[in-house]
């Protein structure tokens, strides 16, 4: 009894002892949150206070005098950043079960917004207390509560070191987009590392990833156009799939000039390393896309997920045929816009015969530039060769027509299945006329219906608005109509005006070449000059020659003639019972014959015929003019090449007057 009271004494003396020294000394307080000084080797004194943390420096660091002095004792520390990123936060070797708290203000110290924290209270034994604070802000405080939850006292370690992922979203790694190389590396899952970059010109980027010491385990990258990496920009992201050999290189096209905002995502169950590097492609945004000449071979090499841009002028209106041979999947979409919004044509890997390639033809592209872009659709790089060529096209195109002049022979062209489109200008005659529009010098069959031209008044080239049409050739396979030919019977021109020739190739197998020409049929013109004219200025019917017995048709110099000189054919004076007055010439080789005519008939059953062949029988004119007829000019066509012979004739069918004339002016045989 004595003993123990002896030692309850001794107790007393120490513990009062103990306490006068930790107040005198600043020591630990008796209430949660009080201050606190140094310890000086004595485990039971806890250190700093929520209002005057104790600092350790700047981490990485390691602190090997830590202690909290009693039972819920707290102590207080707080340290800076030495750079962006995530940190392994370790109280090494305690001597008490204990809990600590990472909190981003002081004021959050005693309170409940940790962002980190970790304990070792329900472990079997004492164990590290250890955690990973992720992407912490650079150059910045933090703060670190200590709590205590054992009977009494202890001491530890602190050691905070810097992990794997780096950056954060308040201060990201400054990458610099000139293809140098940054080593980095990245936490275990849901890991992040933030960098950020600045653009100095619009443009395609590639984004490489490289190096991954654990490839192939959920990395990925996105980005960012604001430094809250919130809104992603579309079609800048890359993940897993695209790691080759350790790996993970895409795109980020159609990037403005700016900052942008990259974050790295591991979700995947072990750290890993790597080297970034962010490179100008050189293959560029739609705004500053790499000139694409016709004609002209272009070769580049395009990532995984990657865009490029090129611009193409035609060097005239018509149908390309963008050709795209790679080794892999990629595409291309042709657009009239730099936003690369308002889509003209797009072409998919495969759909041509040779599997390797997306070749295909634009349609009719009037002269502007467009925007061809390239995707890579693949999970793999490669390379590609890319021609945009207007060989073997069409020409023209709806609001850029290839122009005639009238009379000028155009050599033109149009490709199986397509169209080629023109326009000419009506000369400045004193009435409407019609045209004599042809299309010569054909690579198709004679008997081949495969080629055929429109006309219309409407620079639109509607469908409906046709005036004029023909398929009619030749027994050279030439297209060659007037407007006012058959069907097209009141399609005369007004002068001095604009129409629209389109030129169809359907059904045909092969590239088309011809020499379209639209020329005046009109008695002011007379003859075109293309052909061999007759236009009776010597004053002579030579060199054609009288047929049946009754007046022959002379010379003669009225108030009017066909074209532009003085003298034209005169029917003879066909009286009562008389019944044919004809003149005539055999040719061979003829392609087709024109000529201009006038009526005079009145009201009688006189008639001007024109035959090809049977001339006088009737019914087998090719063409009969009854009644008065103002000069008008025609064409028509015999069957083959072979001897044919064209005539003129005025019949008489009954006993009517006999001052009726007809006139015949301008004849053209073309060869």
């Not at 003019?625 to 019949?651: I, L, M, Q």
């Amino acid at each position: 009894m004595k003993v123990f009271r002896a030692g309850w004494k001794v107790m007393v003396m120490v513990f009062s002892l103990s306490l006068l020294v930790s107040c005198g000394g600043g020591g630990a307080s008796p209430v949660p949150g009080g201050g606190g000084g140094g310890n000086n080797g004595d485990p039971l004194v806890s250190e700093g206070s929520s209002s005057v943390p104790k600092d350790l420096g700047t981490a990485p660091l390691t602190y090997a005098g830590g202690s909290v002095g009693y039972a819920g004792g707290k102590s207080f520390y707080q340290f800076k950043t030495a750079r962006a990123g995530s940190y392994v936060i370790n109280l090494k070797t305690p001597s008490i079960r204990l809990k600590w708290d990472l909190v981003p203000q002081k004021s959050d110290l005693n309170g409940t917004n940790d962002i980190a924290n970790a304990d070792n209270i329900f472990a079997g034994t004492l164990t590290d207390v250890v955690a990973t604070a992720k992407n912490l802000d650079g150059d910045t405080f933090y703060y670190l509560e200590v709590m205590d939850y054992s009977p009494s006292g202890g001491t530890y370690t602190i050691s905070i070191q810097l992990a794997d992922s780096e950056g954060s979203i308040n201060t990201p790694i400054v990458l610099t987009p000139d293809g140098s190389s940054h080593a980095g590396g990245i936490d275990v899952v849901y890991g992040y590392s933030y960098y950020k970059f600045t653009t100095a010109a619009a443009g395609s980027y590639l984004i490489g990833i490289k190096g991954l010491s654990v490839p192939a385990d959920g990395e990925s990258w996105t980005i960012y156009s604001d430094s809250g990496f919130l809104n992603q920009v579309p079609g800048a992201s890359c993940n897993t799939n695209f790691i080759i050999n350790g790996d993970l290189v895409c795109g980020a096209s159609n990037l403005p000039a700016g900052t942008y905002y990259l974050k790295v995502i591991n979700f995947g169950l072990a750290p890993t390393s790597y080297t970034i590097a962010i490179t100008p492609d050189g293959i560029g945004y739609a705004g500053t896309a790499v000139t694409l000449n016709p004609d002209t071979h272009a070769t580049g090499t395009i990532y995984n997920n990657e865009l490029q841009y090129y611009s193409f002028t035609p060097v005239s209106s018509g149908t390309y045929t963008i050709t795209l041979t790679a080794s892999q999947d990629i595409s291309w979409g042709l657009y009239s816009d730099v936003t690369c919004s308002t889509l003209v044509k797009a072409c998919s890997y495969g759909g041509y015969p040779v599997t390797n390639m997306a070749k295909c033809t634009t349609g009719n592209l009037p002269r502007q530039t467009y925007y061809l872009k390239v995707t890579n659709n693949a999970t793999s790089t490669g390379s590609y060769d890319l021609i945009a060529s207007g060989q073997g096209g069409s020409e023209g195109a709806v609001g850029d027509p290839v122009v005639v002049a009238p009379r000028a022979p155009l050599a033109g062209h149009v490709a199986p299945g397509e169209s080629s489109y023109y326009t000419f200008r009506t000369e400045t005659l004193t009435n409407p006329s019609p045209y004599l529009i042809t299309l010569t010098g054909l690579t198709v069959p004679p008997t081949a219906y495969w080629i055929s031209w429109s006309l219309y008044a409407d620079a639109g080239f509607p469908i409906m608005n046709e005036i004029a049409y023909c398929s009619g050739h030749d027994y050279l396979g030439n297209i060659v109509c007037s407007t006012n030919e058959g069907g097209n019977a009141t399609a005369v021109l007004d002068p001095n005006a604009s129409y629209y020739l389109r030129v169809t190739g359907s059904n045909v197998a092969t590239y088309l070449t011809y020499s379209v020409m639209a020329t005046p049929l009109s008695g002011e013109t007379g003859c075109s000059a293309n052909g061999t004219c007759y236009n009776f200025e010597g004053n002579s019917m030579t060199p054609f020659v009288a047929y049946g017995n009754d007046p022959v048709w002379v010379t003669a110099s009225p108030s009017g003639t066909g074209g532009a000189g003085s003298y034209n054919a005169q029917s003879g004076i066909v009286g009562k019972n008389q019944t044919l007055s004809c003149f005539v010439k055999t040719l061979t080789g003829v392609k087709w014959v024109s000529f201009s005519s006038s009526t005079q008939f009145g009201t009688g059953t006189d008639e001007l015929d024109f035959y090809i062949d049977w001339v006088g029988t009737s019914f087998m004119a090719a063409k009969a003019w009854t009644g008065t007829n103002a000069w008008e000019r025609v064409v028509f066509k015999p069957s083959d090449s072979g001897a044919h012979t064209y005539g003129w004739c005025h019949a008489k069918p009954d006993t009517g007057n006999v001052d009726n004339n007809a006139w015949v002016d301008d004849i053209e045989f073309n060869y």
